[in-house]
């Protein structure tokens, strides 16, 4: 009988040893945008969504995201994702699988767009006619460096008469 009572005891620490290696990190980033409202993008030109947005990520590094909105400047920043410290080489093991919490990592971040700057009407035509001008300056290419389409590289021509 007492050799049951131990084998019982054995196995219930097996299974509290087992339930307890259910470990888990969630890793999550929270972007704010100033103003409130804008199209958050994620690295590969999806929209996340307006901002405020949460995105769930599973590596630390680099993260490059797309802010727009109407008004503003569009905004392309690179966001650096550092590893905390129980996820270091040999304690992420133990921080992923044997701890019997989740450890829950949010990072914040709060971009600011600028508004557009719009330019007077006489300020844009004046650089208008500065191109313009600019462009009568470079002339009409010789024919030399323009020869005439017709066969491809390679291949005579008939002669012209």
Known sequence: MAHRIGSGIGWGIALMLVAGAAGCV??????????HGAIVYDEKDQPIGAGPVVKPFTYYGKYRFRIAKDGYETLVFEQRVRAPWYELPGLDFISENLIPWTIRDVRYFYPVLNPIKVMPFEQVYGQGQLLRNYGKTIGTPSPDLNPPLGAPPGVLMPPVK
């Open 26 to 35: 969630e890793r999550r980033m929270v972007i704010v945008p100033e103003p």
